[in-house]
Nanobody, 119 residues
């Protein structure tokens, strides 16, 4: 059973960099055919994908966030990390780390972590 847990600060000041870590257990982030996503949900809005990293380490980002986003990984700790720079209050959201399976389903989700951008 795969388990995913987000961690990071719940409060970030405007213009700073938001950094979140997803720790995965029960499965390796280097296993082929899986993608590891960051998805967020702002208050009162729908889900928005931010980006993902695949087993090879390649990444892809949402066009609207690409200029401010970086996703990396630490394979020794089985973690992948989100960094979102120059945040504004519009980046306040619940952030989820998610696995996308080999048949394209989003099959495992973290519980989500609330991040608020405020001075």
């Amino acid at each position: 059973q795969v388990q995913m847990q987000e961690s990071g600060p719940g409060l970030v000041k405007p213009s700073q960099t938001l950094s979140l870590t997803c720790t995965v257990s029960g499965g390796s982030i280097t296993t082929r055919y899986y993608s590891w996503y960051w998805i967020r949900q702002p208050p009162g809005k729908g889900l928005e994908w931010i980006g993902y990293i695949v087993s090879s380490g390649s990444t892809a980002y949402s066009p609207s966030l690409r200029s401010r986003t970086s996703i990396s990984r630490d394979t020794s700790k089985n973690q992948f990390i989100l960094q979102l720079s120059s945040v504004t209050p519009e980046d306040s959201a619940v952030y989820y780390c998610v696995r996308r399976g080999s048949t394209a389903e989003y099959d495992y989700w973290g519980q989500g972590t609330q991040v608020t951008v405020s001075s």
